[in-house]
């Protein structure tokens, strides 16, 4: 496949690059934390959406060795903000079920060593599908995280297929509430229920709950009154540059 060998030789020449996007609180508008989004800078057509590449890498297995170096990346960037003297936030990661599928909490752990970072320091974001997939292995792999210090996100809460049962079982850290539902808060009836019940349930779960794709203002007074306080969108943050996002470590209290 000719997508397959460019995302190849994309990786060889360095032209895959993070950008970060904030996780901000609604009660001080704090950074608490960073999810890290990859790009393609492909020469001579500007940066490409993951959208675009990251099913073909699924099929392909590419996706093992691309995950691979988006951890590698995230970390190498959370150790050169610490060499600076900035004060580092949680980084989060999206992890494809095909890479969950194929390594072990070990893995994970051996390159956040890597870089000498404390495991609570690094997110790992996966979709119900990713669990759902290959359960076993699934909860091996969660539960060895967790016994490591390692924060595990459920991405795209609420549009998997996972029972509640599953739910219960699931040693993760945060539940992230779709940006489909949260969209239509607070006009649309079933999505201000829908999103409400996700919040007082991870609350009874004794899980974080982080709201994603909030863009106006309605939807996070919404999300704040129904004690949702972690938000992530373009309303306190759109996704920016290593560089960028430096600058807004650095600027805070
Ligand atoms: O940032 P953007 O809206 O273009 O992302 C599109 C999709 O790509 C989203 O579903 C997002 O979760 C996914 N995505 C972004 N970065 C990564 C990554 O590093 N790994 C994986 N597996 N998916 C990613
Ligand atoms: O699948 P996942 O939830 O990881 O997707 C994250 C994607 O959502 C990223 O590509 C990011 O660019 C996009 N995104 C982040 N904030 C917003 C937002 O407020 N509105 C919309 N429409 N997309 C957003
Ligand atoms: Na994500
Ligand atoms: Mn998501």
């Not at 893995?107 to 609570?120: A, G, K, N, Q």
Request: proline share 5%.
């Amino acid at each position: 496949l000719a997508l397959d060998r460019d995302l190849r030789a994309a990786l060889a020449r360095g032209e895959f690059q993070l950008h970060y996007q904030p996780k901000v609180s609604l009660i001080d508008q704090s950074l608490e934390g960073f999810e890290a989004l990859l790009r393609w800078d492909k020469p001579g057509f500007g940066m490409i959406s993951p959208g675009e590449f990251i099913p073909v890498a699924e099929d392909t297995g590419f996706i093992v060795p691309l995950g691979d170096w988006v951890l590698d990346e995230a970390c190498r960037q959370l150790r050169e903000w610490i060499d600076r003297g900035l004060e580092p936030v949680p980084v989060a990661v999206n992890i494809s079920p095909r890479h969950l599928r194929q390594r072990s909490a070990e893995d994970f752990r051996r390159i956040i060593d890597r870089h000498r970072l404390s495991p609570d320091l690094v997110e790992l974001e996966i979709t119900e599908g990713a669990v759902m997939q290959d359960m076993d292995h699934a909860l091996s792999v969660l539960a060895a995280l967790k016994a490591m210090g390692i924060r595990v996100a459920v991405d795209d809460f609420g549009t998997g297929h996972s029972s509640l049962s599953y739910l219960k079982r699931l040693p993760v850290t945060t539940l992230k509430i779709d940006r489909s539902f949260v969209n239509g808060v607070p006009s649309e009836r079933e999505d201000n229920g829908i999103v409400s019940t996700i919040i007082a349930m991870a609350d009874m779960l004794g899980l974080d709950v982080v709201a994603e794709g909030v863009e106006k203002q309605e939807q996070a007074n919404f999300l704040r009154h129904h004690n949702c306080t972690l938000v992530q969108g373009w309303l306190t943050g759109r996704p920016v540059p290593a560089g960028q996002a430096a600058d807004l470590l650095a600027m805070r209290l």
